[in-house]
């Protein structure tokens, strides 16, 4: 049975984690924003999902699970914010377009278009640091449409979908 003293051991349960989105971003866009660190401002995000694959063995009628090698979701989407200036828009229609060249169709390195490293930062309500989870080889996939609405007193969001390749917890 469940004591009320572990229940309130849960913590500030009506509470949601606050967090912070920085981003370190390739050489060439910190050039242009002048910063290594590029901080924006999301609305909303998540952390990304991880598993492990499987691996099966069957033998005499049975069949035995067994964990196989860290998968994760490779796939990570935000919704950034953003204002009347078009800094936001373009510093991410700017990084995209590193990926390739349009008018020629040249592809470019992948080290010229990733982000050196994407960090989200769970913290309490004091800004103190409680879990940083870092994305590693992330790139922008998709930048979504951005819904624009004369009968919305809505801000504006740039929902941005990232690809990477693994993520670290600390």
Same mark, same amino acid.
């Given at each position: ?51 492990? $694959? ?5 033998? %005499?009628?049975?069949? +035995?699970? !067994?964990?196989?090698? =860290?998968?994760? *979701? ?62 590693? $080889? ?5 930048? %979504?449409?951005?819904? +624009?609405? !004369?009968?919305?007193? =809505?801000?504006? *969001? ?13």
């Amino acid at each position: 049975m469940i004591t009320i003293e572990e229940v309130r051991g849960l913590g500030e349960i009506l509470k949601s984690y606050q967090w912070e989105l920085n981003i370190i971003p390739p050489s060439s866009v910190a050039a242009t924003i002048g910063s290594d660190i590029l901080r924006l401002y999301a609305d909303s995000a998540s952390i990304p999902a991880i598993g492990s $694959g499987q691996i099966q063995v069957s033998s %005499g009628g049975h069949t +035995l699970n !067994y964990a196989g090698k =860290a998968e994760y *979701s490779q796939q990570w989407s935000v919704q950034l914010r953003t204002y009347e200036n078009l800094d936001t828009i373009r510093l991410l229609r700017d990084w995209h377009q590193l990926q390739w060249d349009r008018r020629t169709g040249a592809q470019y390195p992948k080290a010229d278009y990733e982000a050196v490293a994407m960090e989200v930062y769970l913290t309490d309500s004091f800004k103190n640091r409680l879990q940083t989870y870092s994305i590693y $080889g992330a790139y922008i996939a998709q930048i %979504g449409e951005v819904p +624009l609405d !004369y009968n919305s007193n =809505a801000q504006i *969001s740039i929902p941005c979908t990232f690809t990477f390749d693994w993520m670290n917890t600390e």
